[in-house]
């Protein structure tokens, strides 16, 4: 296939093969990599087809809701008798424990199944065991308890254990894999495998994992089918956003901080509630709810960053905050404005209901969340996580000086000379609707798979427009003229001080009266 030199450069930058652009298999065997897979797949079986009461407990993020929804599609399908459980993120935070399994036992369930959470805790799959309930777990954070043993006795899938194909698959991910695996030999498999991948598509954009390996073709193909959804749940949420189709931008900042909100504000349990449900009358006023509760959300989220910023005012050292004020469901979502706006790895901290002291994490992409909280892991009751983000416990409150310290020391370290990057250097004369087209072969973007950037040299500012959230003007280079957008205030800031700028963009398109013009999103300044 013919491609602009542009594009060849990207292809060679990236070291992308052209088969990749093409590339949208789902037939690849995560089993081959992670211990015990095709194991628990065959318990899993004999539990569904023996109709055992199975319990499956949930982390209350998108990722958790999304991927416990499918396992209830499924057994439903199937009649099988189950429940759901949360733990409840105000009282008792991320992650499994005691109490949840206790009633799993109490409400004689033998087998509880864990999504996006229990690779960390091992102390009550052990305390389940004791119990008499099996357990599979189906997790994607990172763990330093896990052994052989640990892993085999308990059933352990984590994508962490798998092939680099697998390794970026989230919790819904995964959980897409095995519930596929598990109907292929069954003939419900053509009926719910579709409806399974819309879930799995949504989980995964809202968990912002990297999208490469095995998350690339399952993004690309849910996308496809997300342009006219099965679940009516995501139907009712489409329409009262008055979505005719569902893009991977609506998924992201609209459908998924809905389904978000309730485990952030209000009780997760609505959140799978409207992805299984079977009537769109309820399924609609279940949507309202959700949009409601995101509407408070925004709300306390615009609170908690304007103290945040007002606590730090210009942060060199990456931040750790604290506030009586702050919100237990939003203090993630600070911590990652936190990020966007100084580029540093941040910590944001509230007090429960029982006044402990709970926090989020957020890092660039050029540090490890989880290793700068496990190198802090002595001041915490218990946090996990991924490279991205993560979430701790402090044993007590008078430790937080102490974390404050090592999460500023340890980060201090890591943290590389700033450097803005781009894919290459490219003149006027490149840019093209024909190289929009190449550049867009590459989607899904996201982390992993960023939308290439070019350095454009020697711009100049000849007009400019501030509407308060980002600026967009009009930019002259070398005799020729583009529109531009910038979100960035602090980046905008220095754009309109300078006469000629060394500018690194990427190119778009975007829809003006009756055509599409291409514009230019300004990215940093070389």
């Not at 429940?83 to 799993?104: C, K, Q, W």
């Not at 430790?399 to 894919?423: A, H, M, R, T």
Request: with cysteine; proline share 3%; aromatic share 8%.
């Amino acid at each position: 296939m013919k491609f602009t030199e542009t594009f060849k450069r990207i292809l060679c930058t990236r070291a992308i093969d052209v088969a990749f652009l093409f590339s949208d298999t789902l037939e690849t065997r995560v089993n081959e990599t992670i211990p015990c897979y095709d194991e628990a797949v065959r318990f899993f079986s004999e539990c569904v087809n023996s109709k055992v009461k199975i319990g499956i407990v949930s982390d209350y993020d998108c990722d958790g809701i999304t991927a416990a929804s499918q396992f209830c599609i499924v057994l439903k399908k199937f009649g099988v008798d189950f429940s759901v459980f949360f733990p409840d993120r105000h009282t008792e935070g991320y992650g499994l424990n005691e109490r949840m399994i206790h009633i799993a036992h109490a409400s004689k369930i033998e087998l509880l199944i864990c999504v996006d959470l229990g690779v960390s805790s091992i102390d009550c799959l052990q305390l389940a065991k004791k119990l008499g309930l099996k357990t599979i777990v189906i997790d994607h954070h990172r763990s330093d308890k896990l052994s052989p043993d640990i892993v085999i006795d308990h059933l352990i899938l984590t994508s962490q254990l798998g092939s680099s194909e697998v390794k970026p698959l989230c919790a819904s991910g995964l959980t897409f894999f095995f519930l596929r695996d598990f109907l292929a030999n069954t003939n419900a498999f053509s009926e719910l495998a579709d409806e399974l991948l819309e879930l799995a598509t949504v989980g995964t954009l809202c968990d912002m994992v990297p999208l490469v390996g095995l998350n690339r073709p399952l993004v690309k193909n849910g996308l496809r089918k997300l342009s006219n959804p099965i679940n009516l749940g995501l139907r009712a949420l489409m329409e009262i956003e008055g979505k005719s189709s569902l893009s991977q931008k609506d998924i992201s900042f609209s459908i998924g901080p809905k389904i978000n909100a309730c485990g952030r504000l209000g009780d997760p349990a609505l959140g799978v509630e409207i992805l299984v449900c079977e009537d769109y009358r309820t399924a609609i006023e279940l949507a309202s709810q959700l949009s409601e509760i995101n509407e408070k959300r925004k709300r306390l989220q615009k609170k908690g960053v304007e103290i945040a910023l007002n606590k730090i005012k210009n942060s060199t050292t990456a931040p750790v905050i604290f506030h009586d004020e702050f919100e237990l469901g939003v203090i993630g979502l600070i911590a990652q404005a936190l990020v966007e706006r100084f580029n540093l790895p941040s910590a944001v901290v509230a007090r429960d209901l029982r006044g402990s002291l709970k926090g989020s994490a957020r890092s660039p992409k050029h540090v490890d969340c989880f290793e700068a909280l496990s190198h802090c892991q002595e001041v915490f009751a218990k946090y996990g996580g991924h490279r991205q983000a993560g979430g701790f416990s402090l044993k007590n409150s008078n430790l937080l000086p102490v974390f404050q310290k090592k999460w500023s020391e340890y980060c201090e370290g890591v943290l590389p000379d700033e450097n803005i990057e781009y894919d290459c250097e490219i003149v006027p004369g490149d840019i093209s609707h024909e190289l929009v087209r190449e550049i867009n072969l590459l989607e899904p973007f996201g982390i992993g798979n960023s939308r290439p950037r070019f350095l454009f040299k020697d711009c100049s500012l000849i007009n400019f427009k501030d509407n308060g959230n980002f600026g967009w003007g009009t930019l002259m280079f070398q005799s020729r003229n583009y529109r531009f957008f910038c979100y960035e205030a602090k980046l905008l800031d220095k754009i309109k001080r300078l006469k000629l700028a060394n500018l690194v963009a990427s190119i778009e398109e975007k829809e003006k009266y009756d055509f599409r013009e291409i514009i230019l999103n300004i990215k940093g300044i070389l």
